[in-house]
């Protein structure tokens, strides 16, 4: 089955500080993939899409400048989170998609929990 | 707008059966997801349906009525390590994106 990696696992960062998250399709190519945020008790909220070789798009209310995802292959994707605060503390899931039947089956990876002090 | 409801908790027995319900008001829509998340960890591909009727995957069943925006996700034999979240999503085909309902909580007791 497809597999999807992301590193790191986790993170513990300080305040003001950046932090890089990949997300890599292992065996199969992703043109598109997505980038949730997680949290506690919470479902997965969508903060953009990512589409190799162009820019990303990003959902309403998330600031772009902040949260920045590059995917720069087809097979990798990158999200960024500058300045950080402790607010921006959750748990960060990206999914790449393949086609499956007549629509798009997610594959997602184990998730990056971010804690910032 | 998205809207997609599911009931928050559930609790059932161990070797029991439970059934959890989905509604769903989108702009488009092709095809339900559910994925199964346990706590920390990424959500795992559980079952898709895309026409109407029921689709039957060992212990768990998924059925859905399009003309009804609902569908339901059935675990049969439950066991202690079903306590989980589980997560209804629809394909609204804006872009083929998921959008993810608030998900269940599931505890399976002895």
């Known amino acids: 089955g497809a597999v999807v990696s992301q590193h790191p696992s986790w993170v513990i960062c300080k305040s003001g500080t950046s932090v890089k998250i990949e997300c890599r399709s292992l065996d199969f190519q992703a043109t598109t993939m997505f980038w949730y945020r997680q949290f506690p008790k919470q479902s997965l909220m969508l903060m953009a899409t990512?589409?190799?070789?162009?820019?990303?798009?990003?959902e309403q209310g998330v600031e772009k400048d902040k949260f920045l995802i590059n995917h720069a292959s087809l097979t990798l994707s990158t999200l960024t989170v500058t300045s950080a605060h402790p607010e921006d503390s959750s748990f960060y899931i990206c999914?790449?998609?393949?086609?499956?039947?007549?629509?798009?089956?997610?594959?997602f990876g184990p998730g990056t929990r971010l804690t910032v002090t | 707008g998205q809207n997609i409801d599911q009931p928050t908790e559930m609790t059932a027995t161990e070797g029991a059966i439970v059934q959890i319900n989905c509604t769903y008001q989108t702009s488009g829509f092709n095809g339900l997801f559910w994925y199964q998340q346990h706590a920390g960890e990424a959500p795992t591909f559980l079952s898709y349906n895309v026409l109407d009727g029921l689709e039957e995957k060992g212990r768990f069943s998924s059925f859905l009525s399009r003309s009804k925006g609902y569908s339901y996700l059935l675990l049969k034999e439950l066991q202690m390590k079903d306590s989980a979240s589980y997560l209804c999503?629809?394909?609204?085909?804006?872009?083929?994106?998921?959008?993810f309902g608030g998900g269940t909580r599931l505890m399976v007791k002895p």
């Open positions: 990512s589409n190799e070789g162009s820019k990303a798009t990003y």
């Open positions: 999914s790449a998609r393949e086609f499956f039947r007549s629509s798009y089956e997610q594959y």
């Open positions: 999503a629809v394909n609204n085909n804006a872009g083929n994106m998921l959008t």
